[in-house]
């Protein structure tokens, strides 16, 4: 019994994993909601080709999105890094 106690009190003391936080989106919620209604059955077979096409074009846009924000992102990194330089130089 005590083995057992042991190992829920070494589970429990454990940090869990953090896991990246999703940003939620008008698209990813549209995306979504659009995958959660064709996987029961919401759409007949002549309207999905409507559908998959609506999803390519909002999942290339919400891609578009995520890369020019990761561009962004590393470009800031970027200059951040060339300016340290720069400014310890000068010293």
């Known amino acids: 019994m005590s083995d057992q106690e042991n190992q829920v009190n070494q589970e ?3 940090t869990p994993t953090t896991q990246p936080q999703r940003t939620v989106t008008a698209q990813t919620v549209l995306l979504s909601a659009v995958e959660l209604a064709q996987s029961r059955g919401a759409y007949r077979v002549n309207e ?3 559908i998959t096409e609506a ?3 909002v999942t290339a846009q919400e891609n578009a999105r995520l890369q020019a924000e990761a561009a962004a992102r590393g470009e ?3 200059e951040e ?3 340290e330089p720069a400014a310890e130089s000068s010293e």
């Open 12 to 14: 429990s003391t454990e």
């Open 48 to 50: 999905m080709a409507l």
């Open 55 to 57: 999803h390519r074009i």
């Open 76 to 78: 800031g990194a970027e």
């Open 81 to 83: 890094s060339s300016s």
